[in-house]
């Protein structure tokens, strides 16, 4: 294997409709062009692929962004991630080693109402007190860094010779965690149908689609719970409940952040008797539910 660093993609080789390499610029702006007979692309959120064949959507509604800085002092204990949702969006609060803290918000893009980002985020951040308690006595070391339209789903490939992992899928939002590990998960499958397509010296179109069936039926439930949670994480009262059963429920706490942390099947709870659980609905009410219907 080689690794080429400070490589910009610019550009397919294409034949037949299908990709068959790459070009851009090298590191010393010299212009370079692979032949391959498979390219994955894993170029995140603003993979070439997005761009060449414009195949991101954004979900319909409200746009949500993000604005993260780094903070000098700020009091949080090291082993732990603080998330507070608090209108008009949450934070999330972690450790990055040597007394400096990410700080992350993520709010509806028409809250800023034109706003500066780095005013807007300060004053939000600030607003809740319990975000004031960590922050009040630290420094922020950089102007807010922004990313735009974090939510967006990702239109079938128009090509063979090509496959896509990582955040270049698609994204939600980070609180669901749909993160790192589905980036790594997306390209061990993408390895797998990979290996299939050399050994068969198949590279089309309909091929490569094993990739994506196999996506699919990994990651939907997950997909399917991180939307569900979305739903309630942003209605103030199935949001209070929710904390105050997982606060009052380890099992239940331990279960949810498992699936979350990828360290448990989704299946485990995308189900209606974990979700009335999760909201505070005895599971025996449930059961007398589904016996009447
Ligand atoms: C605010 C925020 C908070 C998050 N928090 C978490 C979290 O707590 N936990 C978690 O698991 N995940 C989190 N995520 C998500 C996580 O960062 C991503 O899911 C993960 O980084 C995706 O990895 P990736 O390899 O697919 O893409 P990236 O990490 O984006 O890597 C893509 C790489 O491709 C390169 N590239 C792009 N285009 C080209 C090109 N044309 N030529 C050459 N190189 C190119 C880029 O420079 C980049 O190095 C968060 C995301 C956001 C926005």
Not at 35 to 42: F, G, H, Q
Request: proline share 4%; hydrophobic share 40%.
């Amino acid at each position: 294997m080689e690794v080429r660093e400070q490589y910009k993609v610019t550009d397919f080789l294409f034949e037949n409709n299908c990709v068959v390499g790459v070009k851009g610029w090298d590191s010393n702006k010299k212009a370079f062009s692979i032949r391959a007979p498979l390219v994955i692309d894993a170029g995140g959120r603003n993979a070439f692929s997005l761009k060449k064949f414009s195949l991101k959507q954004e979900p319909a509604g409200k746009v949500k962004i993000a604005l993260a800085a780094h903070w000098k002092g700020a009091k949080i204990t090291d082993d732990y991630c603080y998330m507070h949702v608090s209108d008009p969006g949450y934070t999330g609060i972690s450790s990055i080693g040597k007394d400096h803290a990410n700080v992350v918000l993520v709010v509806n893009r028409e809250s800023m109402n034109g706003e500066k980002p780095h005013k807007f985020y300060l004053d939000i951040l600030m607003k809740n007190p319990l975000r004031r308690k960590i922050l009040q006595d630290a420094e922020c070391v950089e102007s807010a860094r922004g990313v735009e339209s974090l939510a967006f789903s990702v239109k079938p490939l128009p090509c063979g010779g090509l496959l896509m992992v990582g955040d270049a899928m698609g994204f939600i939002d980070p609180f669901t965690g749909e993160g790192i590990y589905l980036s790594l998960r997306s390209s061990e499958i993408a390895v797998e149908v990979a290996e299939k397509a050399l050994k068969e010296n198949n590279f089309s179109r309909d091929f490569l689609k094993g990739y994506e069936t196999r996506r699919k039926q990994e990651f939907d439930k997950k997909f399917l719970l991180s939307r569900i949670l979305q739903k309630l994480i942003y209605n103030p009262f199935f949001c209070d409940r929710v904390v105050n059963r997982l606060n009052a429920d380890r099992n239940l706490a331990e279960t949810l952040v498992g699936v979350i942390g990828d360290m448990l099947p989704a299946e485990t709870v995308v189900s209606f008797k974990f979700l009335f659980q999760l909201i505070g609905i005895s599971p025996s009410i449930v059961d007398l539910v589904r016996k009447r219907a």
